[in-house]
């Protein structure tokens, strides 16, 4: 069932602290319209500059996911933006007046809370998913890690996590249903060993850090003197350690709150594919570099399947639109310049053309005859005859006019193509056919692979006599098909 489009009611303003930075900063969530996604705005820079949640922005995952772009960063954001995955929120526009997002308690608790509080509107538009349709893995032997998505019918995360400690062992959590994120995940907070607690405080890299904002795991004996060493550091009366391993006698939300914390990274960080997901996730000691490794590969992935969906398909045996003598009454080409064999599909605004390629073609004869290469000069005016009998296909009386090549731009050459190949080319109209002028984009295709693109523009003329003053116009157009 189609869903629609989802942004909140009014802008809304967490404060707090970033973990590392100790800065005070305000981010504050913003409705926007349908198909914004989400986007960053930092207010405290000239030009306020955006910083769109894109895989392709990420430039740091070593204490969070941070994103650059504009000559803008924002880091640790992974929080903020699993609470509006989380809520099934789609367009917001998220300003923030510092560098890092406020830690709060470590979770996405009071981001929550505060979208709740501006209120869900529902848009006009239809939210567009990406299916996960075949296995999309990830795998880092090294960090043992392991995540693959599998083909489901709504969004459900499964997650594993091994420290191979006593304190913190083998953990699972799962989210069956995005309804369940608000109670049973969102309140998990992050958390860390004390080894490397010791290591960020004494490098001053948790400025902002003050125990109740993250877990911590004591995995070995500590003496008395490290812990008023490191409440020293953390500027605190005093730290203890409970008997079931964690500082500061904090208590658990739940009994597996530190993967139900690594399964609330996941749905932050997978917002940077762009879109919501229908998949299972099944993650293995995930972290937020394998989360945006993963993110990125769902991204080719879904690339990958458009681009295939976008292939015609071509079966042989099927009677054409047009077959060559069609295509002879249409163009006023010949042997041996008639460069498609049939017209397979014919719409309102696009064509596919066929061409079979064999040796016995002339010009196989001089280009590179040891190694035969189609000569890309022809393929570009194969893709344009084809585009001619598109054209010409909506007049009445086809043999009286001719097409002639305006304008040729970003033709782009991607494989070789050669005897025993096939070529599909699919053309489609940019623009309303006006005043004969056609404007297309071609794709050709030998399997699933694109060798050749191109953009066309030509016109329509009526054929006239030689002596007709209107013939020299002819002569401002770069080639005649």
Do not use: W
């Amino acid at each position: 069932m189609n869903q629609k489009q989802r942004t909140i009611r009014k802008p809304v303003t967490v404060s707090g602290t970033g973990l590392h930075t100790g800065v005070a900063v305000d981010l504050t969530f913003n409705p926007a319209p349908p198909f914004t996604g989400y986007v960053y705005r930092r207010t405290d820079l000239e030009g306020s500059p955006e910083i769109r949640v894109d895989v392709d922005n990420v430039v740091d995952t070593s204490r969070g996911t941070t994103l650059e772009n504009n000559g803008a960063r924002v880091a640790t954001i992974e929080h903020p933006l699993a609470a509006l995955a989380g809520l099934g929120i789609d367009n917001c526009i998220i300003e923030m007046n510092g560098v890092e997002t406020p830690i709060m308690d470590g979770s996405s608790k009071f981001f929550v809370e505060a979208l709740e509080q501006a209120g869900i509107a529902e848009q006009s538009e239809y939210r567009k998913y990406i299916e996960i349709r075949s296995p999309v893995s990830y795998f880092d032997p090294e960090k043992k890690v392991e995540m693959i998505a599998l083909p489901a019918k709504d969004f459900r995360i499964s997650v594993m996590i091994d420290y191979e400690t006593t304190v913190l062992d083998t953990q699972n959590a799962v989210l069956e249903n995005l309804e369940d994120f608000k109670a049973q995940i969102s309140p998990c907070r992050t958390f860390v060993f004390l080894h490397e607690l010791e290591a960020l405080a004494q490098h001053n890299l948790i400025r902002g850090g003050d125990l109740s904002n993250a877990i911590v795991f004591v995995n070995r004996i500590v003496s008395q003197e490290e812990l008023d060493k490191l409440a020293t550091l953390l500027n605190k009366p005093s730290v203890a350690v409970t008997r079931t391993g964690i500082l500061n006698n904090l208590e658990l939300y739940f009994q597996n709150e530190p993967a139900r914390h690594k399964l609330l990274d996941i749905v932050g960080d997978l917002t940077l594919v762009g879109q919501p997901l229908k998949a299972h996730i099944i993650a293995r000691r995930p972290g937020h570099h394998s989360n945006v490794k993963f993110a990125k590969a769902i991204r080719q992935h879904h690339l990958d399947e458009l681009r295939i969906r976008e292939i015609p398909r071509y079966d042989p045996l099927a009677d054409p639109v047009y077959d060559i003598n069609a295509i002879k009454r249409i163009l006023p080409h010949r042997f041996p310049f008639l460069l498609i064999d049939k017209i397979v599909e014919l719409g309102k605004d696009h064509v596919v053309g066929v061409k079979n390629v064999t040796f016995n073609e002339q010009f196989f004869a001089g280009h590179f005859p040891a190694e035969p290469v189609m000569p890309g000069v022809l393929m570009v005016e194969a893709m344009a005859q084809t585009g001619g009998v598109f054209v010409l296909s909506h007049l009445p009386d086809p043999e009286n006019y001719d097409t002639y090549f305006l304008k040729i731009n970003e033709v782009k050459f991607r494989r070789k193509v050669v005897p025993g190949d096939t070529i599909l080319f699919r053309l489609e109209l940019l623009s309303p056919l006006r005043r004969g002028i056609c404007h297309m984009k071609g794709v050709a295709y030998v399997g699933n692979h694109i060798v050749m693109e191109a953009i066309l523009l030509a016109q329509i003329f009526r054929r006239k006599h030689e002596n007709d003053p209107n013939i020299s116009d002819l002569s401002s157009y770069e080639t005649r098909r």
